[in-house]
């Protein structure tokens, strides 16, 4: 289900039934809005991927809409800027640009969540696919999953790999991979870049990072990625095969979407849907996206977004599971 997204997309953009009514809503029509700056909340700090993410799709927002959107960064583990997106006024002029862990997994991993992703937020849009990679150090002399995985059956505990962190999207890809293989590799988390340096340097003899944090260093030769967790193979990576081609059914992405506080009229929602539709078509939009590891496959109908984020929490409470992860 995972590897088709967005399979129901109509050619034409479906609105929300709402939006028909939109001349009566507070917020006026798509037409006529927006007549003031938009407030983007990012929920992590300045300067990570998210954010340089965030930026670039609202710089040709603003363009497309005629109104400048403001970034706000609210740094932390994602709460607090949920937190002052769930409280701010339904008008149209504010916005949540929410990765999965935001919208679905803290539900899941977190005792106490001081926002409702389900009832705080409504769908506006999809931005695209996170994916990750998995790669070895070239002297582990690995050429493949399948060889990577014979060679941690052949030696438990042996192997370890580096990782962001044990409750991030690639610590949990990797210890599904642990799972789902019936393997035994040690996760080492790190922060920052010096996971990628470590396992260069032989440190570590894997890692698991999103595209853009081993792109140069496997174009190198530094690195040899070995299995890309999307849906099909990567026009950057062509030659690297999914993990569904060696273990079926092994999809693990993150993926950013463009929320808005419960309430908020249709027609705003409506207008930018649709033109961040536009702005996603364009080819060298979605080639800056891919340079930033995101990968667009449109935007969706709200309605559509909404059975995604239904989908992703049943997959995502499974996963949580699966791996015995302890809110916390």
């Known amino acids: ?18 939006a028909v009514h939109a001349q009566t809503d507070p ?17 992590q700090a300045a300067g990570g991927a998210p954010d ?22 609210r740094a932390g583990d994602g709460t607090i800027g949920a937190q002052a997106a769930a409280r701010a006024p339904a008008d149209g002029y504010t916005y949540l640009f929410a990765p999965a862990s935001v919208l679905v997994i803290n539900v899941f991993i977190s005792q106490f969540l001081p926002y409702s992703p389900e009832d705080d937020f409504v769908p506006v849009a999809m931005v695209g696919m996170s994916p990750l990679a998995l790669a070895v ?11 990577l995985i014979a060679l941690a ?23 599904m991979l642990n799972a789902r293989a019936g393997i035994r590799m040690l996760q080492v988390p790190y922060k920052g870049a010096q996971g990628v340096v470590d396992t260069m340097a032989g440190r570590t003899q894997l890692t698991i ?15 040899q990625a070995i299995a890309v967790s999307s849906a099909k193979r990567l026009p950057e990576l062509p030659d690297v095969p999914t993990f569904s081609e060696t273990l079926p059914g092994f999809e693990f992405n993150g993926w950013f979407a463009i929320v808005a506080p419960a309430g908020t009229p249709a027609a705003p929602i409506a207008r930018m849907n649709r033109e961040l539709g536009r702005i996603l078509e364009n080819a060298e939009v979605a080639a800056r996206l891919r340079s930033l590891g995101v990968y667009t496959d449109g935007t969706g109908s709200p309605e559509q977004v909404e059975a995604f984020f239904r989908g992703e929490r049943s997959y995502w409470s499974r996963v949580v599971r699966e791996l015995k992860i302890e809110p916390e």
């Open 137 to 147: 150090q070239p002297e582990l002399k690995v050429n493949s999953l399948a060889e």
């Open 52 to 73: 340089v993410v965030a930026r670039f799709v609202c710089e040709t927002l603003s363009l497309s809409l005629g109104q400048q959107i403001l970034v706000e960064n």
């Open 209 to 223: 990072q999103g595209i853009p944090a081993i792109a140069g260093t496997v174009q190198q030769g530094q690195l």
């Open 27 to 43: 917020g006026g029509t798509a037409q006529d809005w927006p007549t003031k700056p938009i407030r983007m909340i990012v929920p």
């Open 153 to 175: 059956k052949a030696n438990p505990d042996k192997l370890a790999f580096a990782s962001p962190g044990q409750r991030t999207l690639p610590g949990m890809l990797g210890e």
């Open 1 to 18: 289900m995972r590897a088709h997204l967005f399979a129901l997309l109509a050619a034409a953009l479906v609105l929300a039934p709402g």
